[in-house]
């Protein structure tokens, strides 16, 4: 083999391992039925483009820091007026993200059909909410939360700028905001590997260590039975997003098989890199007959 084949086999083979690698990504318009979880019904605007290369302000530190508890990475930084929502009433909340430049961003790249994912989550993990906001022309995003718990939440922003200097960077930021009212926090469920939702058994095998590249194998089934009508969403058959236990650091692991049409399941692999030890919760979401299911369970990483 001639060492110019070797080299472009080796490049693609990078930029595969690449692609699994975590990142944030979103959720679909569809409504999830488990307690306290929900999505948002808000459609993102249109794209302005696709994502490409980035350069400056350190990006290779950028793409490292993928925790999501930073308000201001890079140069780019998650600007929001509230610092509080009502407690057991829909609410908005508005922000924008401002560039290294000082000025909004207004373009940003389509991931997962999406140009910004938005969650918000309860400090003991209870409360779980995935949309997607929509975007001014003055690079002003609403997000349309359900109601809230009283307590404190943390509110993360997912999204790829397509121009600047992070033009084709994957970025999570997030802030705090309080719920006011009467909070109770509620112990974190002990980790296991099974969970139900909406009459589904939801079943997750591995043994992920910190740090460590490795996969996790989703298995969904429904009175008994392998569940194979699985439909696609978010270009996917499955969504798999995880939240620390001890401080909400955000992670998305990605599926390692594309939707190709109705039938998915009932076994989902998904590449698995988490980078603290200790618990975390995971929200599962999938789609069947034209309903979008929310699983929770926690699981225990070494």
């Known amino acids: 083999m001639h060492s110019s084949t070797r080299r472009t086999l080796t490049a693609v083979a990078a930029a595969a391992a690449l692609t699994l690698t975590l990142a944030a990504c979103g959720s679909s318009t569809d409504h999830s039925s488990m307690p306290g979880m929900s999505h948002g019904s808000a459609a993102s605007s249109p794209s302005t483009g696709t994502s490409a290369g980035a350069g400056g302000h350190d990006m290779a530190a950028m793409k490292a820091a993928t925790d999501g508890l930073a308000a201001e990475l890079g140069g780019y930084r998650l600007d929001a007026a509230a610092t509080t929502l009502p407690a057991g009433a829909a609410a908005e909340y508005r922000f924008s993200v401002t560039g290294p430049d000082g000025r909004p961003v ?37 997000a349309p939360l359900d109601a809230l718990q009283p307590g404190s939440w943390r509110l993360y922003a997912s999204f790829t700028p397509d121009s600047g200097p992070g033009r084709g960077t994957g970025l999570v930021l997030s802030r705090t905001v309080t ?9 974190l469920p002990a980790a296991a590997g099974s969970t139900t939702a909406d009459g589904y058994t939801v079943t997750v095998e591995g043994s992920p260590v910190a740090g460590k590249a490795g996969e996790l194998k989703v298995g969904i089934a429904k009175d008994g039975k392998p569940v194979t009508d699985l ?5 996917t058959y499955a969504h798999l997003t995880a939240f620390h236990a001890g401080d909400l650091s955000f992670a998305h692991l990605h599926p390692e098989t594309a939707a190709t049409g109705d039938g998915g399941g009932p076994t989902l692999p998904f590449h698995a890199e988490l980078p603290k030890s ?22 225990r990483v070494s």
Do not use: C, I, N
């Not at 790249?109 to 003991?124: E, G, I, L």
């Not at 439909?231 to 270009?235: G, T």
């Not at 200790?278 to 699981?299: K, N, S, V």
């Open 278 to 299: 200790g618990d975390w919760r995971l929200f599962l979401q999938f789609r069947t007959g034209g309903t979008l299911h929310t699983a929770a369970l926690t699981l």
């Open 179 to 187: 719920v006011p009212g009467a909070a109770t926090d509620a112990p």
């Open 231 to 235: 439909q696609p969403y978010l270009e």
């Open 106 to 142: 207004t373009a940003f790249a389509v991931d997962q059909t999406k140009q910004m994912h938005f969650y918000a989550v309860r400090s003991d993990l209870t409360g779980f909410q995935h949309l997607h906001p929509t975007m001014a022309a003055d690079g002003t995003w609403t």
